[in-house]
């Protein structure tokens, strides 16, 4: 093996050529982001306009990324992706827990009801050859089968299995800090260690900017944060816990989020968040459906259809149910926040068929498609969709659960969350499929 350093960043390869055409290849400074919402990446771009690189072979083995910043820390990580575009190679180097656990896919099956959720992260972890610190919980038992490539389906890995069946179900994080799996609620991460107490413009770091979440009788408190900080100094990572002084609304306890810098550059930006609600264990109800206590299936249309037994529409609705409880940001479309037509684009992807935004757009081709019903009808069908188009201040989507309630990004005040169908003003309905 041979290394060769640029600003703290090490190449590992099995050719001893190759770290150096890399590096006398790199155009840009690196970027690094640590992140709490999954991996955290180095994202390199180098030039290679006589194809050195492209016939080295170096984008067919394995080969990794150290990087130790200049306040001592070390992080490791795994080369996963790689573009061209004239003469440009961007490569995309991963956390390497991240990686590792992404390699593990031989089949599992895990039996509802005979493990908790820390159990299954300690058992994941071991099996991947990673460290880990996982939230122990309340000791509840997890209520669905946990499944691993499942024997005649596509195959998945246990990074993929930890953020699907284990976090995302009760809200909890699932990433790496760049030395092992943490997997757990907020709340638990708050606790972890001592918060660290940061003031704009005082010491190393910058002025604080901050999105106030705005009811409509009164200012909520602000749900995400920047603020640029001395990258030479700064030693903490994704999910530590962090209190703001003196900054009016924006006072009070955070998370960090991410972390991002280049390897030439003294400066890095923070982003915190506050934390999210975490859910209770939710009743299993029939083979891979996570729905919650109350949720319940669509009735026929009447169109002599039921489309809530169309596979397409029960995906669309168990990826929707899922957010529940990330931001609305307008313009967003996941995987961290959503607007309204963003939850619906992403919603709409995750089952196959993507429906694009905005919703306006949303509309105009749920009518071109001749996929345009009453919204009596839209109102019963598990997945159906309803508009507000034209009337009001702005235009409006929402996903029907059948019942009479919806899930959707509501806005700013509230999230991504279930809501009444009812008396909401809905100018059309449709069922995209």
């Known amino acids: 093996m041979t290394t060769s350093v640029l600003s703290g960043l090490t190449f590992v390869t099995a050719d001893r050529k190759t770290p ?47 990087y130790t910043s200049p306040a001592g820390v070390t992080a490791r990580y795994q080369l996963v992706a790689a573009k061209r575009t004239a003469g440009r190679i961007t490569l995309t180097y991963e956390d390497a ?12 099956a895990i039996p509802k009801n005979t ?34 490539s499942p024997k005649g389906e596509d195959r998945t890995n246990s990074w993929d299995v930890l953020g699907s069946d284990i976090a995302d179900p009760v809200n909890w994080r699932r990433f790496s800090d760049g030395r092992q799996l943490v997997v757990g609620s907020d709340a638990w991460l708050r606790r972890r260690s001592t918060p660290t107490t940061i003031r704009e413009n005082h010491g190393s770091f910058g002025w604080l900017d901050f ?9 909520h408190r602000a749900s995400q944060a920047t603020i640029d900080v001395d990258a030479d100094w700064w030693t903490m990572s994704a999910g530590d816990p962090i209190t703001v002084a003196d900054a009016g609304p924006a006072d009070g306890n955070w998370l960090v989020s991410d972390f991002t810098r ?15 609600h975490e859910f209770s264990e939710a009743a299993a109800v029939g083979k891979g459906d996570r729905g919650e206590k109350g949720y319940a299936a669509g009735r026929d249309s009447g169109s002599g259809t039921n489309y809530a037994d169309v596979p397409f529409l029960r995906r669309m609705v168990d990826y929707a149910l899922k957010q ?36 306006e757009t949303q509309w105009g081709t749920i009518v071109a498609k001749n996929m345009d019903v009453p919204v009596a009808d839209a109102m019963q069908v598990c997945g159906g969709l309803l508009f507000r188009i034209g009337v009001g201040d702005y235009n409006h989507v929402a996903i029907s659960l059948g019942n009479g309630s919806t ?4 806005g700013t005040a509230y999230g991504v969350c279930k809501g009444s169908a009812y008396d909401r003003g809905w100018t059309g309905g449709g069922v995209w499929r």
């Open 211 to 219: 999105d106030l979440d705005a009811g409509t009788r009164r200012v």
């Open 97 to 108: 827990v991240a990686a590792q656990l992404r390699m593990v896919t031989s089949h599992l």
């Open 324 to 359: 529940e409880g990330k931001p609305y940001v307008w313009g967003a479309s996941g995987p961290n926040s959503f607007d309204c037509s963003g939850l619906v684009q992403a919603a709409t992807a995750y089952a196959g068929k993507t429906l694009g935004k905005p919703s």
């Open 20 to 66: 150096l055409l890399l590096t006398d290849a790199i155009t840009d400074p690196p970027k690094i982001q640590d992140t709490m919402d999954g991996a955290g990446t180095i994202t390199i771009v180098a030039a290679d306009p006589q194809q050195k690189l492209l016939t080295s072979g170096f984008l067919s083995e394995l080969s990794w990324a150290r």
């Open 115 to 148: 493990s908790t959720r820390s159990d299954i992260v300690k058992r994941l972890a071991v099996e991947g050859g990673v460290r880990y610190d996982v939230d122990p919980g309340d000791g509840d038992l997890v209520r669905t089968a946990v499944r691993r």
């Open 407 to 410: 899930i959707e990004a509501m």
């Open 262 to 276: 280049t390897t030439v550059s003294t400066r890095g930006t923070l982003t915190l968040v506050r934390g999210k």
